[in-house]
């Protein structure tokens, strides 16, 4: 049996961790500035980082880095984070038709992957993330302002200027996705922080769509246990 084991993803805005013990994994969020959680072995811990890492120490021997990852057409300055998805994606979801995989990943950058059945990957796209869009409209206007909360508008066209915010950004992270995504070819995998929140504003055939916000850390935990597993 193994025994407990926690991994990290160094975010570019949180730490994303994963305890697995006794085939079950629980998943949790920390801010950077905060401290190492309780019963955390920093020497044991399996780490992987798309942003600066955090203030204490990393056990370099203990990371995960995209070219670790066993995937066709998957060049080494590809995220990790992306690497990793794809490869839980490959794993944990159902894909009878042997569709293309899209990973649209809602994070500080929407990363877009596409992946065929085999493994391979095909290419992606980066966008500005939620969070980004609305903090770049603040910091570059001076009247804009970042909501104070995040409820979706249900009009398309609003005149408080909150909810207006709100629905141009949804509506630039969701457009990309809607003008990429063929549900006849395709199965949508959701994953993110902000994907819970956003997935619900994707119009598209619902039963094509899959939410797995942790799917990168499944993807940490499948890549360690099954280092050398077959696709």
Not at 74 to 93: E, H, K, S
Not at 134 to 152: C, D, R
Request: hydrophobic share 40%; proline share 5%.
């Amino acid at each position: 049996m193994v025994s407990d084991i926690n991994f990290l993803l160094v975010g570019n805005s949180r730490l994303h961790w994963a305890k697995y013990s006794q085939n079950q994994s629980k998943f949790f969020h920390t801010k950077k500035e905060q401290k190492v959680p309780e019963n955390i072995d920093l020497d044991q811990l399996i780490w992987a980082s798309v942003g600066k890492l955090p203030n204490f120490l990393l056990k370099k021997d203990n990371e995960i880095k995209t070219k670790d990852i066993l995937l066709s057409n998957l060049p080494d300055y590809f995220g990790v984070d992306r690497a990793l998805a794809c490869l839980a994606a490959l794993n944990i979801i159902a894909n009878p038709l042997k569709k293309d995989l899209l990973i649209a990943d809602f994070g500080t950058i929407l990363s877009i992957t596409k992946l065929n059945p085999n493994g391979s990957i095909i290419g992606g796209q980066l966008i500005p993330g939620f969070l980004t869009q609305l903090k770049s409209m603040e910091q570059n206007t001076k009247n804009l302002k970042v909501p104070q909360k995040y409820e979706i508008p249900t009009k398309n066209f609003l005149i408080n200027t909150e909810e207006s915010i709100l629905r141009g950004v949804i509506n630039s992270l969701t457009g990309v996705i809607n003008s990429s995504f063929n549900p006849l070819d395709d199965i949508l995998i959701t994953c993110g922080g902000d994907s819970e929140f956003l997935t619900k504003s994707l119009k598209t055939q619902k039963k094509n769509i899959i939410n797995a916000p942790n799917l990168v850390m499944e993807g940490m935990i499948i890549h360690h246990l099954s280092p050398k597993h077959l696709l």
